[in-house]
């Protein structure tokens, strides 16, 4: 099946700093989504971005399809963007969904 | 919309005993997913749905694992006899054909077997 790497596995920041988390996948995908769980446990989706860059708010993700990577950026972090970060990807499985292992990201006050 | 509606939210069981989990996914979604989530293991998909017909369940641990959905608005997963390594988060998750294939998760059944 289709691997996925996150990198790096933890980021520790200090509120209003920048950060990019990496994923790399291993085949060609027609579904690229990215995903926050929060403390509390919820998965939150906040791209789906198979190809191009998006932009929502201060967060904003980019996705090389040819050269099968995705990044997302984050700016000015807040506390509140602490929780795990997850690319998940979807290859020639149709339907099947398959997931990183997460950027575990703290922001510190 | 509701989103997608998971009980029980928390269940603590014994060795042994069944447990099943619910699910009930948004209106119109056309696909629906169990994922299991546990430390060491990170995010796993256990089975998932297509217009209520089960299409892939490799990733089902073992028989002691079912799952079935009945209907476009509802789906179980159930463990029989539960064991205490099958302790984890169990998430479902829809999506529809139409909708950019955006996957929306629910909040998690927080499964512990002792």
């Known amino acids: 099946g289709i691997q996925v790497e996150q990198s790096p596995p933890d980021l520790i920041l200090q509120e209003g700093a920048n950060s990019t988390l990496r994923c790399n996948f291993s085949?060609?995908?027609?579904?690229l989504q990215w995903f926050h769980q929060n403390p509390w446990g919820q998965l939150i989706n906040l791209f789906y971005i198979p190809s191009g860059t998006k932009q929502n708010g201060r967060l904003s993700a980019t996705t090389v399809a040819t050269e099968r990577y995705s990044l997302l950026y984050i700016s000015s972090s807040q506390t509140t963007d602490s929780g795990v970060y997850f690319c998940a990807v979807q290859g020639t499985s149709y339907g099947k969904l398959t997931f990183g292992q997460g950027t575990i990201l703290t922001v510190h006050p | 919309d509701a989103g997608v509606i998971q009980s029980p939210r928390h269940e603590v069981t014994e060795m042994g005993q069944e447990v099943t989990l619910r699910c009930k996914p948004i209106s119109g979604h056309d696909y629906l997913f169990w994922y299991r989530q546990t430390m060491m293991r990170g995010l796993e998909l256990l089975i998932y749905?297509?217009?209520?017909?089960?299409?892939?369940d490799s990733g089902m641990p073992e028989d002691r694992f079912s799952a079935k959905m009945p209907n476009a608005s509802f789906s179980t997963l159930k463990i029989q006899p539960s064991e205490p390594r099958d302790s984890a988060v169990y998430f479902c998750?829809?999506?529809?054909?139409?909708?950019?294939?955006?996957?929306?998760f629910g909040e998690g059944s927080w499964l512990t077997v002792v």
């Open positions: 749905f297509n217009n209520n017909v089960p299409i892939d």
């Open positions: 998750a829809s999506r529809g054909t139409g909708s950019g294939n955006t996957i929306y």
């Open positions: 085949d060609s995908v027609n579904n």
